[in-house]
């Protein structure tokens, strides 16, 4: 079981850039599969992107595809999160977690930490 931290939120005007950690614990980061997730309040948790275990293949949502980089190190266990062109409607709270395949669904995904905020203004 790996278990996660994720850091790196803040408040950033639209337009602005901010960059996302996930440090994860346990010896075995490197054999899951990483996906970044965000709720918005009042929403549901929704897909934002994912990378394979060696991270070579990157996954993303439409919204976010062109601004947003998704990458990993399995030697310092993190997997980061790098948003451009930062919209309001990317405000969130972010997690990371891990899973077995890509492409899981959520509900596949485990190790979620306690999210960071993202708050976007206008």
């Known amino acids: 079981q790996v278990q996660m931290v994720e850091s790196g939120g803040g408040l950033v005007q639209a337009g602005g850039s901010l960059r996302l950690s996930c440090a994860a614990s346990?010896?075995?980061?490197?054999?899951?599969?990483m996906g970044w997730f965000r709720q918005a309040p009042g929403k549901a948790r929704e897909f934002v992107a994912s990378?394979?275990?060696?991270?070579?293949?990157?996954y993303y949502a439409d919204p976010v595809k062109g601004r947003f980089t998704i990458s990993r190190d399995n030697a310092a266990n993190t997997v980061y999160l790098q948003m451009n062109s930062l919209k309001p409607e990317d405000t969130a709270v972010y997690y990371c977690?891990?899973?077995?395949?890509?492409?899981?669904?959520?509900?596949?995904?485990?190790?979620w930490g306690q999210g960071t905020q993202v708050t976007v203004s206008s």
């Open positions: 977690a891990g899973s077995g395949v890509v492409g899981a669904p959520i509900n596949t995904y485990s190790g």
């Open positions: 346990g010896r075995t980061f490197s054999n899951y599969v």
């Open positions: 990378i394979n275990r060696s991270g070579t293949n990157t």
